[in-house]
């Protein structure tokens, strides 16, 4: 099936069983790996991505679903200039080790930011509590979050 | 694991959406936020050969509030509940129970059609739908009907609905405002599926509790309420003492089952402490 949808500002066209997954899509149709896939049945977190602003698992979306969508991935979150101020409070804070599981954070923390910038921490930890890291016991990446919240006030 | 391969179909009205799933004799499935059933086909649990998908159906999306309830259209998402200000007054308990579904990213897709739909036993929205004596309104081809909660969970991944059928609205009655209520689950990691959790409320009359309603989830095969220890608790004022009795009440009225999560006796003690907790809750709460 034919479906176009944006990506990170640009309008894509892709022709794509109904079966693939937006993630795997993403991956594998238009190159874009920075969304990870871990568990494929939505428990992990890893392939989350923006769908008109709004946090969801990539795996749980067919492709087809996104027709018309705005679709923001890690990818989009970044510029080639400098850090952001989530990637940077990300490095300063240890937020990642291996390093799999941080897109799924970055954009899972930056839906949050956005929408309610003076979020505390236990909503921050019930945010995150959606997102798996094997590595770094999520004490450092809940400090990121919480020290990027300057960044997104207005 | 991947998805197995099947067909798809995105209709416009609910009449073609109807025909669709009548069409192919119990082999389709609708599809509203997928949160429960693309995991069921990726275990391949479920194996549909069209999926209907119902995000362009109109009328589907509305919270109405009014003078006999509230009516959440079968496509309302979690996120929609949480972000409706209007509930925190029409329906307290639907609120605070929505809290607990699954974690933020699901919440911004998953609906209370497909939950209804879905039936999982340790699911809140079932769980509310009984404790409150919801109607879940469907379309088939034959028409539309309303059916009550008690009549459609039938157990475990099982409802009233026939194949041809699609969930449009589920009608949760009135809330009076001083109503009291409590809701209680517990899991091992938050947004996990609940090993056991209670929502109840009553009305006071005389000082006296009224009308109570105790629902369990995650508990047995099928979300239920548990008239015996609504028996308990009506006619009574609440204090410590009688929270302590009903919950006893409801352990022995539970019908636990045992899986690798929990034992049934487990279950049984966390459905009292629940219940006991859920009332405590309930009777603390300052009422306007």
Known sequence: MTTKFEVNGKQVSVDVEPRLTLADCLRHELRLTGTHIGCEHGVCGACTVLVDGEAVRSCLILAVQAEGAKITTVEGLSNDADLTPLQKSFRKHHALQCGFCTPGFITTAHALLTEEPDCDADRVREVLSGNICRCTGYIGIVDAVLEARAAYKK | ?288
């Open chain 2, 1 to 288: 694991m991947k998805l197995p391969p099947f067909e798809y179909a995105c209709p416009t009205t609910i009449n073609e959406a109807v025909a669709l799933l009548a069409n192919h004799s119990g082999e389709a499935k609708p599809l509203a936020g997928g949160q429960s059933l693309m995991p069921m086909m990726a275990f391949r649990v479920a194996q549909p050969s069209l999926l209907v998908d119902l995000r362009k159906l109109p009328g589907l999306k509305e919270i109405k509030i009014g003078p006999d309830g509230v009516r959440l259209g079968a496509l309302v998402r979690w996120r929609d509940i949480l972000d409706d200000n209007r509930l925190a007054a029409a329906h307290p308990l639907l609120k605070e129970a929505v809290s607990h579904v699954a974690h933020y990213q699901i919440r911004n897709r998953g609906t209370v059609g497909g939950s209804c739909a879905h039936a999982d036993p340790a699911s809140e929205m079932p769980g509310i739908a009984q404790t409150c004596d919801a109607g879940i309104t469907a379309m088939g081809k034959s028409g539309t009907r309303t059916i009550k909660a008690v009549d459609f969970f039938q157990g475990a991944l099982t409802t009233a609905l026939k194949p041809d059928e699609i969930i449009t609205e589920v009608h949760l009655p009135a809330w009076p405002e001083a109503r009291r209520y409590g809701f209680q689950e517990f899991a091992r990691r938050r947004g996990d599926f609940a090993m056991a959790g209670v929502a109840l409320y009553y009305d006071v009359e005389g000082g006296k509790a009224a009308n109570a309603h105790i629902g369990v989830f995650g508990v047995g095969d099928c979300q239920r309420r548990l008239p015996k220890a609504e028996a308990a608790l009506n006619g009574k004022a609440v204090d410590e003492a009688l929270a302590v009795k009903v919950g006893e009440a409801a352990a022995a009225e539970a019908e636990p089952q045992e899986d690798i999560h929990a034992s049934a006796a487990y279950r049984r003690a966390l459905t009292g402490t629940l219940t006991e907790r859920a009332l405590k809750a309930a009777a603390a709460r300052p009422v306007k």
